[in-house]
């Protein structure tokens, strides 16, 4: 006996997305306002600029195949901004300028579109 087909799962729509702005809530960055640069997993971001570690680099010599002689890999102490966990972070609406939570609502079409839950505006970030 087979078993029934399971009914399709909807994806869903993240609620930061790459070029929000957002405000960090706990660390040693709390209250400090950043632009997302990327998503690593579904629930990490990394803030530009923001929860920055430092790593110490040796000078290491980087081949390439065109080269004859390889050249130096620049060493000293370099800035990396480490992945937050999206619970730590907020979206400031771009209209009333606050931290807010996501609202998810249907507009044309059935498309989901993320909405700012104190002014009602979308959060949709501007092609670039």
């Known amino acids: 006996m087979s078993r029934p087909a399971s009914p ?13 702005t957002v405000i960090i809530l706990t660390g040693k960055d ?9 998503i690593v997993r579904p629930d990490r971001v990394v803030v530009e600029g923001l929860n920055v570690a430092k790593k110490h680099q ?12 390889p050249q130096l890999q620049q ?8 992945p937050l966990h999206m619970s730590n972070v907020m979206i400031v609406c771009a ?6 939570r996501v609202a998810h609502a249907r507009v044309e079409a059935g498309k989901s579109v993320r909405v700012c839950r104190r002014c009602g505006e979308p959060l949709e970030v501007a092609a670039k």
């Open 8 to 20: 399709p799962t909807k994806t869903r729509v993240l609620d930061v997305r790459k070029g929000d």
């Open 95 to 100: 209209r009333c300028d606050r931290p807010t």
């Open 30 to 38: 709390a209250s400090k306002r950043g632009v997302v640069d990327r």
């Open 75 to 82: 060493g000293g102490i370099i800035d990396i901004p480490q």
């Open 58 to 69: 040796k000078p290491r010599p980087r081949t390439n195949q065109s080269d004859r002689v």
